[in-house]
């Protein structure tokens, strides 16, 4: 009888680990889809090193073109007076 008790609680301890660590296992794979979302999501929202240096390099050159303009008018109008 004692043997019975015992087998039975053992199988009550088992059943419950699995349960947890089944449980456990689920829930890392949940976090592990939503960490590969998150890095999909910030590779698509974010730009990369040679993309922001053509958009800078666009916006000196949109700067440069602006200062000539500004000379320009500055020698026309040094030249009036």
Same mark, same amino acid.
């Given at each position: 009888? #004692?043997?019975?008790?015992?087998?039975?609680? $053992?199988?009550? &301890?088992? @059943?419950?680990? @699995?349960?947890?660590?089944?449980?456990?296992?689920? #829930? $890392? *794979?949940? $976090?592990? &889809?939503?960490?590969?979302?998150?890095?999909? #999501?910030?590779?698509?929202?974010?730009?990369?090193?040679?993309?922001?240096?053509?958009?800078?390099? *666009?916006?000196?050159?949109?700067? !440069?073109?602006? #200062?000539?303009? &500004? !000379?320009?008018?500055? @020698?026309?109008?040094? @030249? &009036?007076?």
């Amino acid at each position: 009888m #004692e043997m019975m008790i015992w087998n039975v609680v $053992l199988t009550a &301890i088992v @059943g419950v680990l @699995g349960f947890v660590v089944k449980e456990k296992f689920a #829930e $890392l *794979q949940r $976090l592990s &889809i939503l960490l590969n979302r998150t890095r999909e #999501e910030v590779a698509r929202d974010h730009i990369t090193r040679s993309e922001f240096r053509s958009d800078m390099q *666009q916006l000196m050159d949109r700067f !440069d073109r602006l #200062e000539r303009k &500004i !000379d320009a008018i500055r @020698g026309n109008n040094a @030249g &009036i007076n």
